[in-house]
């Protein structure tokens, strides 16, 4: 299966963009990244997903680099709101959803 | 709301009793799925259903039996638990791989305190 890795904390001013990195230097070619946040004490929601080429969506953008090695979730306008931990996630062949520790993302007033 | 209910939301349940999560899905997926999330841990895939028939158990103690009846329910029925197994369960259903990638979709948890 390939493995994310993503830093541990991050803080983004409020108002600003935040861009929150994913490494996946193990994934294959048929394997698509998913980002998903959990805001405190809530279920997992799910923000964006993408194969190759680069994603937007109302809540945020996806950047994933030609090789495919490692990805950015871009969130263009940090509010408070965001404040949550952050889940990148290359879903296997298997099909099945493993989440890591993810980035815990502190909006700051 | 993202078409996944769970229900109880909160739960305390004695070592000795015998309660039951469920899990109802409005989104017509044929996969569903619990997670555990235990204090400041990631999550952790419990059992997966897919067309009704459960594909994975991720060597998850016999005190938690799933039961998927239809496509729509999941259930998790919780039998001499130990207080190291309170924790968030949470619930979630996707479609059966399609092309384009399958998004799975959360409830909200159940909290579960085992006194």
């Known amino acids: 299966d390939a493995k994310t890795t993503q830093p541990t904390s991050m803080d983004c001013a409020e108002g600003r963009a935040a861009n929150l990195p994913c490494n996946h230097s193990?994934?294959?070619?048929?394997?698509?990244v998913y980002w998903y946040r959990q805001i405190h004490s809530q279920g997992p929601q799910y923000i964006i997903h993408?194969?190759?080429n680069n994603e937007t969506n109302e809540m945020a953008s996806l950047i994933i680099t030609e090789d495919r090695k490692s990805s950015t979730l871009i969130l263009p306008h940090a509010t408070l709101r965001d404040t949550a931990v952050y889940y990148c996630?290359?879903?296997?062949?298997?099909?099945?959803?493993?989440f890591g520790t993810g980035t815990s993302l502190t909006v700051i007033p | 709301e993202t078409g996944v209910t769970q229900t109880p939301r909160h739960l305390v349940m004695g070592m000795t009793n015998k309660k039951s999560l469920k899990c109802e899905q409005h989104l017509g997926h044929n996969a569903m799925y619990w997670y555990k999330q235990s204090a400041k841990k990631p999550l952790e895939l419990m059992f997966v259903?897919?067309?009704?028939?459960?594909?994975e158990n991720n060597s998850v103690p016999s005190r938690f039996s799933p039961e998927c009846p239809n496509s729509s329910h999941l259930f998790l029925h919780l039998h001499t638990l130990q207080p190291e197994d309170s924790a968030l369960y949470l619930c979630?259903?996707?479609?059966?791989?399609?092309?384009?990638?399958?998004?799975?979709?959360f409830g909200e948890g159940s909290w579960l305190t085992v006194v």
């Open positions: 979630a259903s996707s479609q059966v791989w399609n092309r384009g990638g399958n998004t799975i979709y």
């Open positions: 996630i290359v879903l296997n062949t298997g099909n099945q959803f493993y």
């Open positions: 259903y897919s067309l009704e028939e459960r594909v």
């Open positions: 193990t994934i294959s070619g048929n394997e698509y």
């Open positions: 993408g194969l190759k």
